[in-house]
């Protein structure tokens, strides 16, 4: 009895010795300002494309924020509006959108509803893109399309909006099981791995039209149907025309270009991270690594032979070492990585503090226990 209350009583204090982990995010600003959120309880602005690895990052943590404690969390860029939306940025609420004025540097909370009833949207298991033109969520969660339109907001009002269902793509099977790999290029919602997808083939939805394409388009590839990260890569003001595909294995980064209906194969990036987030500019594609904590880019120009590009890591943003949201945080820019100490490229970072802290509390419930074994 007694060894059962003095660890009942050590668990429950976990949740006070051990930090919560975060959930960092990645964007870019209308400006193509590299914005990483979440960092060591920290938000900060990395500058434009040139300065990523010799200048410091910006700390732009403002009141309002998110605690990015949540799973899956994600940031999108409103373009037409220089607005940041953060979707799963809060454990506590997983539905609300939070809205990052990159102007005015300021967050508001956008409350958000679920329909009731079948079928439902479930905010703790979906992929999203948004759209650029119509500035609406569209999100696949358990086989069934969702929408959420953000009209023109750059700031959150009382008025809560809803996720909207579209429905299913009948002719595309059962999507249900289906882990969304999407991304967005001229109006168009384009599918990766898709069951029944033959490689270099994507599955699509016209937004514009809501309409599931019954036939596959082929984009004169080979790159595989297997689940991974796509994100698009912007205009100057126009929609997208490209998007980049990432397998899990990290073997290649593929630019899929919905005009010519081509594919280039890029080097893959250098830190192989099946969990990794990614955010493209114009001219660069970005990961975050959450594998050994760390930022890197590739610099693409669409139309040009980008063959020999390289990823390069940033360095004006140097991640925490520790999984804690509230941990400190080093802004560098003297050139050093923000790779953790005695970590590989494809390793798992080292562990941490939040790990140490977690293994002794451990240790000491065991040691608890016995000790109150004996005391019996």
Known sequence: MITL?????????????????????IAMDASFNLLVFGVGGKDFNA?????????????????????????????????????????????????????????????SKQPVTTPSGSPSFDPTDFKAILDHDTNVFYA???????????????????????????????????????????????????????QGLTAGECDIFVIHFSFFQPAAQSYSSNFPESHGQAVSFFQKSDVQQEFAYIPDDGSATYVI?????????????????????????????VQLS????????????????????????????????????????????????GTKTGSSPSATASTSDAGRTVMNTFGLVAGTMTLATFMI
């Not at 009583?9 to 976990?14: T, V």
């Open 140 to 194: 696949l969660s358990k086989g069934e399309l969702f929408f959420l339109d953000m009209g023109a907001l750059t700031a959150a009002n009382s008025t809560a909006l809803t996720w909207t269902d579209v429905g299913a793509p009948v002719a595309w099977g059962d999507l249900s099981t289906y882990q969304p790999v999407m991304a967005l290029a001229q109006n168009h919602i384009h599918f990766i791995g898709v």
């Open 257 to 285: 270009n919905v005009e010519s209906n081509t594919t280039q194969t890029l080097a893959g990036p250098s830190v192989k991270d099946s969990s990794a987030q990614y955010f493209a500019g114009i001219t660069s594609l």
């Open 5 to 25: 209350t003095v660890v009942s009583l050590l668990l429950s204090a976990l949740s006070f010795i051990l930090p919560a982990a975060a959930e960092p995010c």
């Open 47 to 107: 500058g434009t494309q040139d300065s990523w690895t010799g200048s410091s990052a910006t700390d732009i943590t403002a009141s309002g924020r998110p605690p990015f404690d949540g799973s899956n969390t994600t940031c999108y860029l409103a373009q037409f509006f220089n607005a940041i939306y953060v979707l799963n940025a809060d454990s506590s609420d997983s539905t609300s959108v939070y809205i990052y004025n990159p102007t005015g540097k300021s967050w």
């Open 290 to 337: 959450s594998a050994n904590s760390a930022l890197s880019f590739l610099a693409y120009t669409e139309g040009s032979d980008n063959s020999a590009a390289a990823w390069t890591k940033i360095t004006a943003v140097t991640l925490s070492t520790s999984s804690s949201n509230t941990s400190s945080t080093s802004v560098l820019g003297s050139g050093s990585s």
